[in-house]
């Protein structure tokens, strides 16, 4: 009898199948690396899915930003990481071949340090534990380091192209069901079934969100017991004379863990993107609002650039070097955080924190994410990336 009358209401019909077509929605706040993975997952499976980003990524002001990203699976930073690790190769794969765009170049890694490392302890346990292959290399090639280091060479490890992923993952998007509104979302909330995210001149509402929004993750997460620090990177990117451009054209990735400073890290970048080198210092930089962030760099981060090159390619041979910012969003443990925000019922989700080890995961993080969102299990242990473990 309420259906008949439901339907007898021209109004109430139209407010009828606005509900309905909300139900199926899923709503991402942020465009970046995770919520563009999340989209392409949640747009393949037909959600109705609506990311609202005020830029469009790629763009200088995200954690994407530096063309390149290195890719591994002798992970040291956690043991539970590498499972993640071999099912987001195998959606990069994936990713190339419904796109037909090359993602991924396979150069291999040396990973350098004292025989004490923790880093390198690190990296030979995953390796042992997970059958990955890792050789024990004798000191050679590009870098001079001391002589009682070891080296050790990774073979299925490489780069990934950033601009690339992101145009595989925009055009193997079902564009039926994803929407990019390129705005600023303000607040969220929930009421009663369904969620309500406002932007500057908009309201959307749908059944699920997800917060993906990097360095702006604290403007959405209010009391949650999330401690999240946004810092500035700084990446440099230094351009070789003729001469020195062959030999380095075919090197593999390198992490060197300089007992000092922390873990530096670089590649032997695509001409196509840049000829030359890309050096970075993997260790938090400035903690910085990221709405401040600005291209401006001072001497101490640029001296810990030439302090590596200086120590380890003393020999090197350059024209310039062109420096770099990106932004970090850094959590307590440097682990990710993927779970959904206490008291909403599982209708908001959280993946932030990624610590500028992110990017490699993306795929498998957008699978995970979009499962959680349309209330579909996954096979991972997440344990170590749930909230509670920030839990007094």
Not at 77 to 99: A, N
Not at 117 to 146: C, E, M, N, V
Not at 255 to 274: A, L, R, V
């Amino acid at each position: 009898m309420n259906l008949i009358r439901l339907l007898n209401s021209s109004l109430t019909l139209n407010l009828f199948l606005v509900v309905t077509v909300m139900e199926k929605c899923v709503i991402i706040i942020g465009g970046g690396s995770m919520g563009r993975a999340a989209a392409w997952f949640l747009s393949k499976a037909k959600v109705k899915t609506i990311m609202i980003d005020p830029l469009q990524a790629p763009h200088e002001n995200g954690s994407h930003s530096g063309y390149t990203r290195i890719i591994r699976k002798s992970y040291f930073e956690h043991l539970d990481y590498v499972p993640l690790l071999k099912r987001s190769y195998y959606w990069w794969r994936q990713l190339e071949s419904s796109s037909k765009i090359k993602i991924y170049t396979e150069t291999g890694i040396d990973y350098y340090g004292e025989k004490s490392s923790s880093i390198l302890k690190g990296i030979k346990y995953a390796s042992d534990k997970y059958g990955i292959p890792l050789f024990h290399k004798r000191q050679q090639g590009y870098f001079r380091t001391p002589g009682d280091w070891e080296q050790w060479f990774e073979p299925e490890a490489g780069y990934l192209n950033v601009q690339a992923a992101f145009e595989a993952f925009r055009v193997s998007s079902n564009s039926q069901y994803l929407t990019h509104i390129r705005e600023k979302a303000i607040s969220w909330k929930i009421i009663g079934d369904y969620v309500e995210v406002k932007t500057a001149s908009n309201t959307f509402t749908g059944e699920k969100i997800i917060i993906s929004s990097g360095a702006w993750t604290n403007n959405f997460i209010g009391d949650s017991p999330v401690s999240l620090r946004t810092t500035k990177q700084v990446l440099a990117f230094v351009h070789l004379t003729d001469e020195q451009t062959f030999p380095f054209a075919h090197m593999p990735c390198w992490f060197i863990h300089d007992p000092e400073k922390g873990m530096y890290y670089g590649f032997t970048m695509d001409q196509s993107i840049h000829q030359g080198l890309k050096i970075a210092l993997h260790m938090p930089g400035e903690s910085i609002n990221p709405n401040a962030l600005s291209d401006d760099i001072n001497f101490s981060e640029k001296n810990k650039i030439i302090y590596f090159m200086e120590t380890y390619l003393p020999e090197l041979k350059y024209t310039s070097i062109d420096y770099k910012v990106c932004l970090y969003t850094y959590s307590a443990d440097e682990n990710f955080i993927i779970d959904f925000l206490p008291q909403t019922d599982k209708k908001v989700i959280l993946s932030t924190g990624f610590s500028g080890h992110g990017f490699k995961f993306a795929p498998v993080i957008g699978e995970i994410i979009s499962k959680m969102a349309m209330n579909e299990s996954h096979d991972f242990n997440l344990g170590f990336l749930k909230l509670n473990r920030f839990a007094v």
